[in-house]
């Protein structure tokens, strides 16, 4: 991919103003669609704003810039320590006057925590979705073969019927889908024996 062609810098915004994501990208429409597909909370973006650069490079400079200046709270790369804590609540910011410097501080843990907590719900909403999917796929699975299971007798029935009519059992495998060795079988079950061979 050409570096050099134009790209757009995005930011999605609530309805309050709260910046949520700082983005780039070469087709916004496919862009926003992918993001509706994938964010928990994208029922939370009221606007986008958007800004053209003349390159690649230049829109990741401005995005890079743009999320450590500005944090928006979905961001996670280039926006260390800042995530989301709830429904577009930042957690408060790490302290300067850490009395263990090079530790990690109580906000920063409690913003890796919220962080894990989020993926794990993400998560099991779509584990939960899948189930749900399965659950109903077994359930027309058991219809449709109910509804098989009370076809196959009178099916059963009617290819006797056809054989005593004199249909060949060949007709009998090309209407109803049959092998030749199941319509004998159904036949000589019927007690009726086939008089050629399909």
Excluded at 165 to 186: D, F, H, M, N, W
Aim: with cysteine.
């Amino acid at each position: 991919m050409s570096r050099d062609v134009q790209t757009s810098l995005y930011r999605l915004l609530r309805a309050d103003g709260q910046l949520l994501y700082v983005g780039i990208s070469l087709n916004l429409g496919v862009r926003w669609k992918t993001h509706s597909g994938k964010k928990p909370d994208w029922s939370l973006v009221a606007r986008a704003e958007v800004e053209h650069y003349p390159s690649r490079d230049a829109a990741l400079d401005a995005e890079r810039t743009a999320i450590q200046t500005e944090r928006p709270i979905w961001n996670v790369v280039h926006n260390r320590g800042i995530r989301m804590f709830g429904p577009g609540v930042r957690p408060a910011p790490t302290s300067t006057t850490d009395p263990n410097p090079g530790t990690s501080s109580d906000a920063a843990i409690l913003a890796e925590v919220t962080a894990l907590a989020e993926k794990y719900r993400h998560t099991k909403a779509r584990h939960e979705k899948a189930v749900r999917v399965l659950r109903r796929a077994e359930a027309e699975r058991v219809a449709a073969a109910a509804v098989v299971e009370a076809l196959r007798k009178p099916l059963q029935q009617e290819i006797v019927a056809a054989a005593k009519a004199g249909r060949s059992p060949k007709v009998i495998c090309e209407l109803t889908g049959y092998g030749p060795e199941r319509v004998r079988q159904l036949l000589r079950a019927a007690g009726v024996e086939p008089f050629e061979r399909p």
